[in-house]
C-alpha cells in the first residue's frame, strides 16, 4: 500500500558553506506531481539565501561536507561545493 | 591571412574567461535558407509513432554527409555546400583561426532538432528541457576545443534555444553528472535571430532548452580541434604587464569594464566565493598558454602564490 504524503525536494547551492550565504544555484523536484521543474526553467532563485527557505518551512536533510583540498590539485575545480538539501512533507489524502 | 579577420585580444579575453563567442546574425539569409533544405523537414507527428523514429528518418534523409572524425575541416563538406561556404565566410574562419591555429580538424557534428509538444503526445514521450551536461567526457586539458553552434533559423524563448552558463569551461566535470543543477545564477539562453553563431569552448555546461512553440528547432553543432599550436594565433597586441596588475581592493571608483585585465577578472554571478578565485586563475594559466608568456600574471592572484626570486621555492 502506498505510503500518504509526498516528498518535495529543493537543492540549493550557496555562494559559502554558511546557510544565510546568497544561493547561487537551485533545483527543485516535486513528488505531489503538482509541479514537474526542469533544467533551465527559471532565471531567478527561490530564494535569496539558506536561511530563507528555512524560514519558509523547508527542512534542512543534507549539507555538503568541507573536504580539505589535495595537494597539487588546489586548484582544481569540478563541481560546486555548497549544495543543501531540503525537504518538505506534504500530506496527501 | 588577407581577408580573415582575426578576433581581437578583447575577444580572445573573453573567451578565455567566459567560454563563448556570439556573433548574431552572422550567416547571410542565403545560406540560412540552403541549409535548412540541405537539413531537410521532420515527418509530421502521428499518434503512436515514437520520436526516435522520426528523428531517425530526419537524419538518414538530411544532405548533410556522414564525415570521420580526424578529417581536416577543410576538406570535410562538400564544395557549395550550405555548411561549407559556411565554414568559408570570413568571420568564421577568422575566428577559427584565432582559436585553433591555422589547420583545424573536424571531430564530429551533429543536427540537433528540438520537437514541439505534438510531437512528444504523438509518441507518448516527456516534452523537457536537456539536463545541464559538459559535452564528451572528463577533460583535462589547458587546451581547448571548439564547438560551433549556428542557428539557421530565429529562435524565440518558446522554441526553449541551447542553454548555457558563462564561465563553466575550465571546471572538469564527467558529462551529465552535473544534471541535478537544473538552474544557475547568470545562464543565458540562445534567443537569437536566423544566422546567429556561438563559438564554444568544448568545456562549457549547457543544455538544449524545451520547447513549447508549434515547430521544430533547429540547431547544427560542429565540434572542432587544434592540430598544431594555438599560441598567438590571434591579432595580439603587446601590452605592458603593469596593465594587468592594477590596483586591487582599495579601489576608488569603478574601472572600465572594457579592457583586457578587466574583461579577464569579470566574475560570473554563479561564482561561489572561493572557488570564484580560483576560477580567475585557472583564466590567467589560459591566457599564459594561449600567449606563450609563463609569467603573465593579473591582479597579483598568481604573483603571490608564485617564488619572488631563484632561491625562494615553495614551501
Redesign the interface.
Known amino acids: 500500500m502506498m505510503a500518504r504524503g509526498r516528498q518535495k525536494v529543493l537543492?540549493l547551492?550557496?555562494?559559502?558553506s554558511a546557510l544565510d550565504?546568497q544561493?547561487?544555484?537551485?533545483?527543485?523536484y516535486d513528488g505531489t506531481g503538482e509541479t514537474?521543474?526542469?533544467?533551465?526553467?527559471?532565471?531567478a532563485?527561490p530564494y535569496a539565501t539558506g536561511l530563507a527557505a528555512l524560514l519558509d518551512g523547508w527542512r534542512l536533510i543534507q549539507a555538503s561536507q568541507l573536504l580539505p583540498h589535495a595537494r597539487g590539485e588546489?586548484?582544481?575545480?569540478?563541481?560546486?561545493?555548497?549544495e543543501f538539501f531540503f525537504e518538505q512533507w506534504i500530506e496527501t489524502p | 591571412m588577407t581577408g580573415t579577420p582575426l578576433l581581437s585580444d578583447e575577444q580572445l579575453a573573453s573567451f578565455v574567461a567566459r567560454g563563448f563567442l556570439r556573433f548574431d546574425a552572422a550567416v547571410p539569409d542565403e545560406i540560412n535558407a540552403a541549409f535548412l533544405v540541405e537539413a531537410g523537414e521532420a515527418p509530421e507527428a502521428a499518434p503512436g509513432r515514437k520520436l526516435r523514429a522520426t528523428y531517425g528518418e530526419l537524419l538518414a534523409g538530411a544532405a548533410i554527409p556522414e564525415i570521420a572524425p580526424g578529417t581536416p575541416l577543410y576538406d570535410a563538406y562538400p564544395e557549395g555546400s550550405a555548411v561549407r561556404r559556411l565554414l568559408d565566410l570570413p568571420l568564421v574562419r577568422g575566428a577559427l583561426r584565432s582559436l585553433l591555429g591555422a589547420a583545424p580538424v573536424f571531430d564530429h557534428h551533429f543536427l540537433h532538432v528540438t520537437f514541439p509538444p505534438r510531437y512528444h503526445q504523438g509518441g507518448g514521450g516527456e516534452n523537457v528541457s536537456q539536463h545541464t551536461h559538459q559535452d564528451s567526457t572528463i577533460d583535462p586539458r589547458l587546451a581547448f576545443d571548439v564547438q560551433v553552434m549556428y542557428y539557421p533559423h530565429a529562435v524565440t524563448r518558446q522554441m526553449g534555444g541551447t542553454r548555457f552558463v558563462p564561465g563553466t569551461h575550465l571546471r572538469k566535470v564527467s558529462e551529465v553528472a552535473l544534471g541535478r543543477y537544473q538552474n544557475l545564477r547568470g545562464q543565458q539562453h540562445m534567443v537569437c535571430e536566423a544566422g546567429t553563431l556561438l563559438f564554444l569552448h568544448h568545456g562549457i555546461w549547457h543544455g538544449g532548452g524545451v520547447n513549447v512553440s508549434d515547430r521544430t528547432r533547429t540547431m547544427f553543432k560542429i565540434r572542432i580541434h587544434a592540430s598544431g599550436s594555438q599560441q598567438r594565433q590571434w591579432n595580439r597586441v603587446e601590452r605592458p604587464a603593469s596593465e594587468f596588475q592594477r590596483p586591487i581592493f582599495l579601489v576608488k571608483a569603478p574601472r572600465p569594464p572594457d579592457s583586457v585585465a578587466a574583461i579577464l577578472m569579470a566574475p560570473e554571478p554563479w561564482f561561489e566565493q572561493d572557488t570564484g578565485r580560483l576560477e580567475f586563475i585557472n583564466r590567467i594559466r589560459l591566457w599564459r598558454y594561449l600567449t606563450a608568456d609563463p609569467n603573465f600574471d593579473a591582479d597579483y592572484w598568481m604573483t603571490r602564490l608564485e617564488p619572488h626570486d631563484e632561491a625562494q621555492g615553495v614551501v
Not at chain 1, 514537474?36 to 532565471?43: H, K, P, V, Y
Open positions: 537543492v547551492y550557496l555562494a559559502n550565504s544561493v547561487i544555484g537551485w533545483a527543485v514537474r521543474r526542469m533544467a533551465g526553467d527559471a532565471d532563485p588546489e586548484f582544481d575545480l569540478a563541481y560546486l561545493k555548497y
